[in-house]
């Protein structure tokens, strides 16, 4: 069964920082991943998608990596802002239909 | 306005009822999905439907009943609830799941208490 990872659980940066949440999963033989941002009583908004055949995705600020080979992706957050605080979670496709979620990062960017 | 719409947005219930959790789509997309969130467990997939009338089971179906009559509506019922139940409840959809390039779009989620 796919696991995934998500390190840390939460972060607190002050603004303007660059950041980087991580991603892990144990089966590497995926379709692709996606990261998502979820506000407090929200749902899911889709941030970005990387297929398997990919190694990254951009959009905006955001900067998203992945190694197969190696289980990983990260999501890259440049000048971060106060209105990027949420939980970022990151799901992966396998064979199946389904996403496997991880269980988030809650990120606080402070004034 | 496009996009998935999850209605009721909270529901309060008792166990042993009948509840239905409404799922609308304006994509016309293929896949339909829906996942429980729950601390400590994350997103998990209850159901999914590939198009009308085909449906199967995810990871956690028990105590699940789904159908799919129409391409934009994917209703939820619980049959009899229980508070394990409670949760917070969301739809997805996705244009196709082949070739890997399209993404799941979720609803906002139903907040669902279970006494």
């Known amino acids: 069964k796919q696991e995934v990872t998500q390190i840390p659980a939460a972060l607190s940066v002050p603004e303007g920082e660059n950041l980087v949440l991580n991603c892990s999963f144990t089966?590497?033989?995926?379709?692709?991943l996606q990261w998502f941002r979820q506000d407090p009583g929200k749902g899911l908004t889709s941030l970005l998608l990387?297929?398997?055949?990919?190694r990254e995705q951009t959009s905006g600020r955001l900067n998203a990596s992945l190694d197969k080979s190696s289980g990983r992706s990260t999501l890259y957050i440049a000048a971060s802002q106060p209105g990027d605080s949420a939980t970022y979670l990151c799901?992966?496709?396998?064979?199946?239909?389904?996403?496997?979620f991880g269980k988030g990062t809650s990120l606080l960017v402070t004034p | 306005d496009a996009g998935i719409t999850q209605s009721p947005r909270y529901k309060i219930t008792e166990t042993g009822r009948q509840v239905t959790l409404m799922c609308h789509q304006t994509w016309s997309h293929s896949y339909m999905f829906w996942y429980r969130q729950d601390l400590g467990h994350g997103l998990r997939l209850i159901y999914y439907?590939?198009?009308?009338?085909?449906?199967d089971k995810g990871e956690v179906p028990d105590g699940y009943v789904v159908s799919r009559s129409k391409t934009e509506n994917f209703p939820l019922t619980l049959e009899s609830a229980t508070r394990s139940q409670t949760s917070v409840y969301f739809c997805a959809s996705s244009e196709s799941i082949w070739g890997g390039n399209q993404p799941q779009h979720f609803g906002d989620g139903t907040r669902l208490s279970i006494l």
């Open positions: 439907s590939a198009a009308a009338d085909i449906t």
């Open positions: 089966d590497s033989a995926i379709y692709n």
């Open positions: 990387i297929q398997s055949s990919q």
């Open positions: 799901a992966v496709r396998g064979s199946g239909y389904a996403l496997n």
